[in-house]
């Protein structure tokens, strides 16, 4: 069965960086595209980014240039997001989910991962 | 970017009530729109994809549908179980854009 497990909850200093891991299992990873998606104040959701473990390719929000770094490890199966020079406009769960893009709709934004709760505070 | 204009904002219902959410895309999105539920301290479970298809597992009571730039999501009778938030999300252009969400409460 598809699972997409997140690592823990951070609590980070304002001006750090933060690195989180999306790991996935069930599925040929290299075939779907990793998103990431903020969730701030317990309800609105953001697009951040992707990335396709096969190539490395990235498509961003400009919001989030600059901010959000997506990187993976196809030999764990694993995508990561770091986030950097952190504020605590960046509190927030960051959540990791899959899609295949294309023509056949069902295969976008199908599994999610539970989710990492990071908290930007000194 | 495409705006997703997700109304009402919160809807407070009783069970059996027919209820719809609605999101109006500002560009042409085709049928690239998914609705999911969110219930508290949980990830989004996808409802319907392509606007109008129905997820594996998930009661017939829910269906989407799409009138012009208007997609809509309906619960034909309220369940308890439904009382969630409802998000939904365009895809078919960079970047991908959320509505602000619906709160669906038990009146």
């Known amino acids: 069965q598809v699972k997409l497990l997140q690592s823990g909850a951070a609590l980070v200093k304002p001006g750090a960086s933060v690195k989180m891991s999306c790991k996935a299992s069930g599925y040929t990873f290299t075939d779907y595209w990793v998103s990431w998606v903020k969730q701030s104040h317990g309800k609105s959701l953001e697009w951040i980014g992707e990335?396709?473990?096969?190539?490395?390719?990235?498509n961003f929000n400009e919001k989030f240039k600059g901010k959000a770094t997506l990187t993976v490890d196809k030999s764990t199966s694993t995508a990561y997001m770091e986030l950097s020079r952190l504020t605590s406009e960046d509190s927030a769960i960051y959540y990791c989910?899959?899609?295949?893009?294309?023509?056949?709709?069902?295969?976008?934004?199908?599994?999610w991962g539970p989710g990492t709760m990071v908290t930007v505070s000194s | 970017d495409i705006q997703m204009t997700q109304s009402p904002s919160s809807l407070s219902a009783s069970l059996g009530d027919r209820v719809t959410i609605t999101c109006r895309a500002s560009?042409?999105?085709?049928?690239?729109l998914t609705w999911f539920q969110q219930k508290p301290g949980k990830s989004p479970r996808r409802m319907i994809y392509g606007a109008t298809n129905l997820e594996d597992g998930v009661p017939s009571r829910f269906s989407g549908s799409r009138s012009g730039s208007d997609y809509s999501l309906t619960i034909s009778s309220l369940e308890s179980e439904d009382v969630a938030d409802y998000h939904c999300l365009q895809s078919i252009q960079y970047p991908n854009t959320f509505g602000a969400g619906t709160k669906l409460e038990l009146k």
């Open positions: 989910t899959r899609c295949r893009r294309g023509t056949v709709l069902y295969w976008y934004f199908d599994f």
């Open positions: 560009q042409d999105i085709g049928n690239y």
């Open positions: 990335i396709y473990p096969n190539s490395g390719a990235t």
